[in-house]
């Protein structure tokens, strides 16, 4: 049997600075590739450029840097997955969404957010709002579009259960067209959404492993139809708990909950901040100064998804701490 090398990435969105939350998932992302012999990749998912910025590129760079991560493929270094920064793999997107369009899986939608929410308003209509009612379906892929109306594409669900199999939470089963509906995958100004752009590239940069927040868990069964509509391999999935304050609410770049940098210009080790990260998820028994390496020494793969199953199961418990 053949043994496929390790993979695994972090794909931060550099909309902002790194919250802690976002540095706890880079650090159990980077563990547990390092603990498995395998390479480590960071990619950055800036595809939206209305809402990225350019500086926080190397202000993530920097942070991941300071608290003592490394990467073998990235923006700032070579690698075979190249290019690094997703507004320069659209290529590779379209390619994608050609293969779908070829093969009728994908089809021009007309309707505003205000059309999908009278159509789930009227009679018979879906119970839920948010999942679209099919009206655009039945249209031609060159059908003229209404006067003044720019169409974005939506994947075609089918009638079928997806299984995912997380490595930490268990198997999720979702049914597509019950529980999601037909979903974007181009949008209206033609940029690609974020379930086909992430999809491709974890396929095509070869990504065995990924470990991400459990936020992202509801929308993995729409990558995983995608990936199998394409061909394209699956990776392991692996959801971590979010990091919360103490009042039980998620960070956010959005709520401007403290970023790593403002932490690492105000003098705090960064030693001080992997002990915090590490004990706040019950890595290690209590919180204590400690490098990423030391850290790394104290860990085998499978205690590491031991702590994280305890985790997941009693949140409450692990999900936040003081101030690093």
Known sequence: MTIIPSRGRYAPSPTGPLHLGNLRTALVAWLHTRLAGGQFILRIEDLDQTRSRAECIEQIIEDLRWIGLDWDEGPDMCGPGVPYLQSQRTAFYEAAFTQLRNARRVYPCYCSRKDVALAANAPHGRENSSIYPGTCRPLASDTAPPSGRVGAWRYRVHNNTIEVLDQIRGPLL??????????VVRRADRLYAYQLAVAVDDALMGITDVVRGADLLDSTPRQVELLNSLGLPLPRYWHIPLMTDALGRRLSKRDGDQGVTALRLQGRAPECVVGHLAASLGLI?????LSTGDLLAQLSSASLRERLIAAASEPSQVSHGPAA
């Open 285 to 289: 028994p209590r919180e204590e100064p």
């Open 174 to 183: 979702q049914t597509l067209d019950v529980e999601v509906g037909d979903f």
